[in-house]
């Protein structure tokens, strides 16, 4: 059996590639780049572009599973190519946002949407990891600031979230590639604990053995800061999710454990995995 993943140097796509290496299966890594770094030893890589759909035959020949990213620009053309390859079963990397009631209005969710309905509407069996907060979108808002100032700046610091560590959900997506049982489940997957933002911070204090001070700036200042390395989409659905975290305590979730048997990563081992990169 050969699995393709795409993105294999990406923060979760890493760790698929990681994972399906340990248990022994054959791969083929994708990037755009003619010569990524960091993909395990010995492995098949290739140069592919979802969103250049003539690029996909060559590398889903012979191919029987795919891990996704979620890219509508290309979809029609992945489809197509994965069924006339016989490809057999598609995880996908998609987004919580897809069962907001906003939905319909909010572009995160309506690129996950187009991308799963195209899969649901194929032939290709499926597996949707519908994630909430990456614990990784820490290193895109605070990384420079901590490094640089030793300073985190939010609007609502006592905002809560609840982290998904990357590894999670890559274990997430080898076990529904490797192990029967996952076809047609859509898997909604949010961090294990609900955490504040001061609580996150103080995490990554002490995992990066510095202290960090907590400042606390208007919705227009973090607007202006955050848009310095997102997109407006981006900013938007960050600012939504921490506002809604002042008033409601997100949802946690047990589906790694349940799915997997293995427990999720807590934030602060997500922080010792990452206290170099604030350091
Ligand atoms: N951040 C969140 O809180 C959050 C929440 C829910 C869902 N998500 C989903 O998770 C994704 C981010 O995951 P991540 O953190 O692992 O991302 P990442 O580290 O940015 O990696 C994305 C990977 O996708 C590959 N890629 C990008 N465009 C591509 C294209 N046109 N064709 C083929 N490969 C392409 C990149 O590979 P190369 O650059 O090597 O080509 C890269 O390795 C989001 O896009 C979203 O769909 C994120």
Do not use: C
């Amino acid at each position: 059996m050969v699995t393709v993943v795409f993105g294999a140097g990406g923060n979760v796509g890493r760790h698929v590639a990681a994972g399906l290496s340990l248990v022994g299966e054959k791969m083929r890594l994708t990037s755009r780049k003619p010569h990524p770094r960091g993909f395990p030893p010995g492995a098949e890589a290739v140069t592919a572009d979802l969103e250049s759909p003539e690029t996909l035959p060559a590398v889903l020949d012979g191919a029987q599973r795919v891990f996704l990213y979620a890219k509508p620009e290309g979809i029609d053309g992945f489809v197509a190519a994965a069924e006339s390859a016989g490809v057999q079963h598609v995880v996908l990397l998609s987004s919580g946002a897809v069962v907001h009631a906003d939905a319909a209005r909010n572009p995160i969710a309506r690129a996950h949407i187009a991308v799963e309905s195209a899969i649901e509407n194929s032939s290709l069996a499926w597996t949707f990891i519908r994630a909430g907060m990456f614990a990784t979108n820490t290193l895109w808002w605070w990384r420079n600031s901590i490094r640089d100032e030793g300073v985190v700046r939010v609007p609502y610091p006592d905002a809560r979230t609840a982290p998904i560590h990357e590894k999670d959900l890559a274990a997430l997506a080898v076990t529904a590639l490797t192990q029967p049982g996952h076809r047609g489940h859509a898997y909604p997957v949010r961090g294990p604990e609900s955490l504040s933002i001061r609580q996150q911070v103080r995490h990554i204090g002490a995992a990066a053995g510095r202290e960090i001070t907590l400042e606390t700036i208007s919705v227009d200042q973090a607007r202006a800061e955050l848009g310095k390395t997102m997109p407006p989409i981006g900013v938007d659905a960050i600012m939504a999710a921490w506002q809604a975290g002042t008033a409601t305590p997100p949802q946690v979730s047990t589906v790694i454990a349940d799915v997997t048997g293995r427990p999720a990563h807590t934030f602060a081992q997500w922080a010792e995995d990452h206290a170099n990169d604030f350091r």
